[in-house]
């Protein structure tokens, strides 16, 4: 069918990536378009657009079916994750921060056994459940013959951030070196819904500033020129694991 043609205030760049977005029914482009198309700033655009979005996560066509066996990875911004834990449990950042540090063997055997404790009883011991994201999850698979732990163990590891494409570092130039991440494995199989991902498992700012419909990563283009060399990795969307499904075998990075 024809598509409509772009709305006013639409950025070009999202009008060509909702167009060509294969993994988009053509009477959903269409229906986007033309709410989007009643807007009167592209602030209007953006607002429409993520409200509709909202409602259609994990909706794209091309259903994806891992490995036998493969780990997906995800990484967090310590600080971020930490921060987001302390409202939830109402213990100190800080102290978060040392208990994943700890669980990613910063520390003594002794130090991690008592970190697995404390996510044993706080994370996963929650009167609520916690997952690891909103849904949806991004996660990033590893080249041929690899899973997402041997990402991890590469010496390269601390360019993940820019490989993966992180939106909220768009805006960040020049990257800031010596920023802790930690590196999450989940097996394939404690997943759910797992796609490649749409322009609507984004956000408009997202999907103007870097997603690309190819079904891999983009590397943020102001990164160091051997993060950036290195290209990105396959990625998938699926629902939101809870920490339970995640290994606690974690990764502590720093960029």
Not at 25 to 32: G, H, N, Q, R, Y
Not at 57 to 76: A, D, P, Q
Not at 150 to 159: E, I, K, M, N, Q
Not at 233 to 248: D, G, K, Q, R, Y
Request: aromatic share 8%; hydrophobic share 40%.
């Amino acid at each position: 069918m024809a598509l409509p043609p772009r709305p006013a205030h639409m950025s070009q760049s999202v009008y060509e990536k909702v167009y060509s977005d294969s993994n988009l029914e053509d009477l959903v482009k269409a229906e986007l378009l033309n709410l989007c198309a009643s807007a009167t700033s592209e602030i209007g655009v953006k607002e429409t657009f993520d409200a509709f979005a909202s409602t259609r996560r994990l909706t794209g066509s091309n259903v994806v079916s891992l490995n036998n066996g493969e780990i997906v990875g995800n990484i967090k911004n310590l600080r971020g994750l930490s921060e987001f834990l302390e409202r939830v449990l109402g213990q100190p950042r800080a102290d978060i921060e040392q208990s994943f540090r700890m669980l990613a063997g910063a520390g003594t055997t002794l130090d991690e056994e008592a970190a697995k404790i404390w996510f044993r009883d706080e994370i996963l011991g929650h009167t609520e459940v916690i997952y690891i994201a909103r849904s949806p999850a991004w996660f990033f698979r590893s080249n041929p013959g690899w899973n997402a732990e041997d990402v991890f163990r590469h010496s390269d590891v601390g360019c993940l951030p820019c490989r993966l494409g992180l939106p909220m570092l768009v805006e960040e130039n020049p990257l800031q070196a010596g920023v802790e991440y930690l590196g999450i494995c989940v097996p394939g199989d404690h997943l759910s819904n797992i796609r490649l991902p749409s322009c609507l498992d984004g956000d408009y700012k997202s999907v103007k500033d870097i997603w690309l419909h190819t079904g891999y990563t983009q590397p943020i283009p102001h990164g160091s020129g051997t993060c950036v060399s290195l290209g990105g990795l396959p990625e998938v969307v699926a629902s939101a694991p809870s920490f339970a499904a995640i290994s606690t075998d974690l990764t502590l990075f720093e960029t």
